[in-house]
Every structure is written in C-alpha cells, then in structure tokens.
C-alpha cells in the first residue's frame, strides 16, 4: 500500500494563519447592527428553581431574556437527550445554563443578568458515582443513577485464579480533566436573505449542531446553517452544544445578529471534562510470567449529563486488559450520574484511563515473580494472529513485540556500552 501522509512531514492548512495571527475566530467577526449576549447559569449543584425576568427585562439596553418557556423542545444531548436548552424547573450542576440575555451592549447584558431572580430550593446532591449507584442515594435522572453497563466475560475467572502463582488485587483511580483549549467558546448567529438561520461557531460536529437546533426549534434542517471557523483546540470538548442553540433562538426571534463569547471561567463551566474512574483490578500469573485471568469493575464519572459516557465506558471495558493475551477476563464497567460538572469526549475516549491500572498490575505481578518489568510484557504482548478479550483476532498492525524487541537491543547495548566504562549514565535511569 502507498501511503501519501502517514511517515510523512505534511503541512497543516490553517497553521500559517493561526501562527501568524491572521486566523478569523468567531470572537473577531463583527456585523452591523449586532446583538451581545450573556448566559445565566446555575450557582448550585442539585436545586429546584423558579426564575422572575421582569426586573430584568427594564434595565436599559435589554432586548429580551429568554428561558425555558421559549424552547419548542427543551432537550437536547448527543446520545441521550437529557440535557435542558434551558434549566426551568431544576438544576443538576454548577453552570446549568437557566436564561440567555440579549442587549445592545455587554454591560446591558450583565446588568440584565444581576436583575435576574433565581430562588433555589436546594436538594441533597451525590458527588461520588460509588455512592451515586445505590438505591438511596440521590437521584440526578429518574429512578437510577446508573446510565449504562458493560459486560466482557471470557473463559471462566473464578477457576483460572485457582491456578495462578502469584495474585494481584489492587484499586485505582483517575482524576477529572480539563481540556483547557487555547481559544474559549465564542460564536454568532443571524438570518440571512432567504430566511435560513446561521450560526458562526468553532464545533467539532456542525451536523450535530444543525440537527440539534432545527429539532429544539421546530424548523426544518435546511433552515439552519453551521458555519465552522478556525478551532483554537478542541480536543472532544466541543462535540457537545454550548451556545448554538441558544444563538439561534436569539436571531431567530429578533431577526438581528447575536454574538456571545465565553471568558475562561464560563468556558471551564460550559463544557465537558474527561470522565474520572475507579477501577479496581484483580491480575493473576503462573509461575512462569503467563497472565491466566483478570477481572476488573469501572466505575465512570459521567457527571449531571450523559454526553458519551456509554461509548467511553464501553471502550474502557474492551481495553481494560491492555495490550496482553489473557485467557480468562471478567470485566464490569459503568456509567454513572452525579452532581458533577459533566463529562464527555476528550482524546484516548475511555482507553487513556484503563492502562494506568492494567500497567501498573503488570509490574506488580513482575515483582512478585521476580522477574523483570520487560520480560513479563514480552511473554505476555499481543503478536499478530493473537485473539483479543472480545474475540477479535489481530490479523494486521501489531508491532508491539518488535518494540519491545528493540528497547531490549537498546538497552543490551547500553549495559554493553557501561561494562566498557564508555558510560557513566546509572542503568535505573533508562
């Protein structure tokens, strides 16, 4: 097969406008006879709410505050939809957009916002999704708080651990993460001549984007255009909606340009985080280094909303047993809901989190056997023609043995290189 990018130097098309600075964000475009606005959000974790505009909506320069009661269909999310365009009766994080408030300069919008009552009626929240999943904790949706469960069962666990030398049972865990993009969330939106509503925006999915809008407002797809700027990083985050709804409610009622942009802190609010875990891991390995059995529970954060929990516990389940050949696996992973800001897509989807345990179980299990960190992978790497936990058999694209093959070459030469005297470099720091 001729490749034509991978191995390749390939320039990026927008790196010499982005590094030269002439790149066009949705933050650096302007339209006559625009319209800011400004976001209303929730300052508890777990509440029920009741919103009075009126004081709101005479302070001078506010063009309108809208809420809940002006969404066709106030749900939106993509895969469940169990987010609000608007929160109107409850919020379940901190930053649950509650009103968008319109005026003819910022500082009307923030006076707007300041004028803007919102009585809470807080309610007992649950931050730990191990609490989260027992019968009487809390609820954030519904009647459970556990969105999704993936089973892998494989060869029989309980007998293979019967056999094994040495045992190792430990628990891990991970923390949130933010994405921390260079560029915050920012875009505008307008009516053009034909009457479609566009939207100016930096999104990682604009057909998403589209479909969301044009079903939360009950126009047709065709009405509703994404146009997709420059991206100042974005790394999962802006795969769920932020303001585009929001902007396209506005424009669409006001028949005027809108334009909001999101400060550091607001963005840190609005978007997605990486899912934090808790996985407790149980390995074990015959006396000659080979791993006969793991089981494994995770337990995914996935915070007030849904985002891609399923996907991403899913994946964390399929590589929860690493890049190694194990016979007999047991693995339980799931989702779950807390008061937590939400969690998403963020690079590695699921399987950044999982070798953090896997490997360190593998040097556990090394120790116990004596022998080294190196040597247990090799004994137990998947080769070509090696069958995975969920039966997929690697036919293609498995070097992973000649690596280890050749940080062995390298580090034989190395200890070759200090028994000359040629290198003063201690062995422990390679």
């Not at 934090?276 to 529970?297: C, H, N």
């Amino acid at each position: 097969m001729k490749l034509n990018t991978v191995g390749k130097s390939i320039i990026r098309v927008d790196s010499y406008s982005k590094v030269t600075g002439k790149a066009l964000y949705p933050q650096d475009i302007y339209l006559e006879n625009m319209l800011y606005a400004k976001t209303l959000r929730s300052e508890l974790a777990h509440a029920y709410i009741d919103i009075d505009t009126s004081e709101a909506e005479k302070i001078e320069g506010v063009v309108k505050i809208f809420t809940h009661k002006d969404v066709h269909y106030n749900q939106h999310g993509v895969v469940l939809k169990d987010h609000n365009v608007f929160c109107g009766e409850k919020v379940r994080r901190i930053g649950d957009p509650i009103a968008f408030v319109v005026g003819e300069s910022e500082e009307a919008c923030i006076n707007g916002m300041k004028a803007i009552k919102v009585n809470y009626n807080e309610i007992e929240g649950v931050f730990d999704p191990i609490e989260a999943m027992k019968e009487d904790s809390p609820k954030v949706h519904g009647d459970s708080n556990i969105i999704f469960h993936y089973k892998l069962r494989k060869g029989d666990v309980e007998q293979a651990f019967k056999k094994c030398a040495v045992i190792a049972e430990n628990t891990y865990s991970t923390h949130m993460q933010e994405h921390v993009f260079l560029q915050p969330e920012a875009g505008l939106s307008y009516v053009d001549e034909d009457g479609t509503i566009v939207v100016v925006v930096a999104t990682q999915y604009p057909h998403y984007d589209r479909e969301e809008i044009a079903k939360t407002l009950n126009i047709e797809e065709d009405k509703v255009r994404i146009i997709n700027t420059n991206i100042g990083g974005a790394f999962g985050a802006r795969e769920d909606i932020t303001m585009q709804i929001h902007l396209a409610l506005a424009s669409k009622t006001l028949n005027r340009p809108v334009k909001v942009i999101f400060d550091r802190e607001e963005s840190f609010l609005a978007h997605s985080k990486r899912h934090p875990m808790v996985m407790k891991y149980k390995t074990g390995a015959d006396k000659d280094g080979y791993i006969l059995a793991m089981e494994a529970e995770i337990i995914g954060d996935s915070g007030s909303y849904c985002s891609w929990a399923i996907n991403v516990l899913r994946k964390a389940g399929v590589h929860s047993t690493g890049p190694y050949i194990i016979p007999n696996v047991k693995v339980d992973s799931y989702a779950v809901y807390t008061n937590n800001p939400f969690t998403g897509a963020m690079r590695g989807f699921g399987a950044t989190q999982v070798p953090n345990a896997a490997e360190q179980q593998m040097d556990i299990l090394a120790e116990k056997l004596g022998i080294s960190p190196l040597e247990i992978r090799q004994k137990n790497i998947f080769r070509q023609g090696s069958t995975t936990a969920t039966g997929q058999v690697l036919l293609e694209g498995v070097p992973l043995d000649r690596c280890l093959d050749e940080i062995t070459n390298q580090y034989d030469a190395f200890l070759e290189l200090k028994e000359f005297g040629n290198i003063e470099v201690e062995e422990e720091s390679i």
